[in-house]
């Protein structure tokens, strides 16, 4: 799992709560990433930041919100406006130049929502 | 745009045995492809990437990879298979940062292998 964790590794919440994921890397990495992952859809990008301040969304960004003030932070808040919520989330990181595009992954924070 | 299809759910290997799992990419120009691992409840694992160059890619725990531009394959492969490869596995593209330079990776849906004693 590199140097990136994540936690807390199991989180459970009531429905209508926003919840933070917490993300840190210390792999000087530019760019960070979180993810959801569902039984048989693979992962799916939720946001995205290349630089310290700024962030994109990705495919399925409704619902959730995220900062980036630190480099080495990328806290994730799933918000209440989240249909389904329930999910494992992933972060990850990786360079924006060099030779070496891949994305190191955390070990995964699993959402429960009753 | 790109996408990226794992058309096995599943595959079974007995230990021993090669195993093959298979990936298809659709993408514009040249991409960068790569491979993960997961085991359960787990992060992805990078396995091996292809950039540009010889068409096998050798990877992490024995596993290679080969890239077919006319085919628009990336079958991930290992020439025996143990227990402790069970896991399931994901084929990921980007596109080559002078198309975009955001990083987006799409994953396929994933191959579950189980290899079996």
């Known amino acids: 799992d590199g140097g990136i964790t994540q936690s807390p590794k199991y989180l459970f919440r009531k429905e209508g709560q926003n919840v933070t994921l917490s993300c840190e890397q210390n792999l000087n990495h530019d760019a960070m990433y979180w993810y959801r992952q569902d039984p048989g859809q693979g992962l799916r990008l939720i946001y995205y930041?290349?630089?310290?301040?700024?962030?994109q969304k990705g495919d399925i960004a409704e619902g959730y919100s995220v900062s980036r003030e630190k480099k080495e932070s990328f806290p994730l808040t799933v918000t209440s406006a989240q249909k389904n919520p329930t999910a494992f989330y992933l972060c990850?990181?990786?360079?924006?130049?060099?030779?070496?595009?891949?994305?190191?992954f955390g070990p995964g924070t699993r959402l429960t929502v009753t | 745009a790109q996408s990226v299809a794992q058309p096995e759910d599943q595959v079974n290997v007995a230990e021993g045995n090669p195993l093959t799992v298979k990936c298809t990419y659709s993408v514009s120009g040249n991409p960068y492809l790569f491979w993960y691992v997961q085991y359960p409840n787990r992060g992805l694992q990078f396995l091996l990437k292809?950039?540009?160059?010889?068409?096998l890619v050798k990877g992490s725990y024995g596993f290679e990879a080969e890239f077919n531009k006319s085919q628009t394959s990336f079958h991930l492969k290992k020439p025996s298979a143990l227990v402790s490869d069970s896991a399931l596995y994901f084929c990921?593209?980007?596109?080559?940062?002078?198309?975009?330079?955001?990083?987006?990776?799409?994953f396929g849906q994933g191959t579950t292998l189980q290899v079996k004693p």
């Open positions: 990850a990181s990786s360079r924006t130049s060099g030779p070496s595009y891949e994305q190191y």
């Open positions: 292809y950039i540009t160059g010889d068409n």
């Open positions: 990921a593209v980007r596109d080559p940062p002078e198309r975009s330079n955001t990083g987006k990776l799409i």
């Open positions: 930041s290349q630089i310290v301040n700024d962030f």
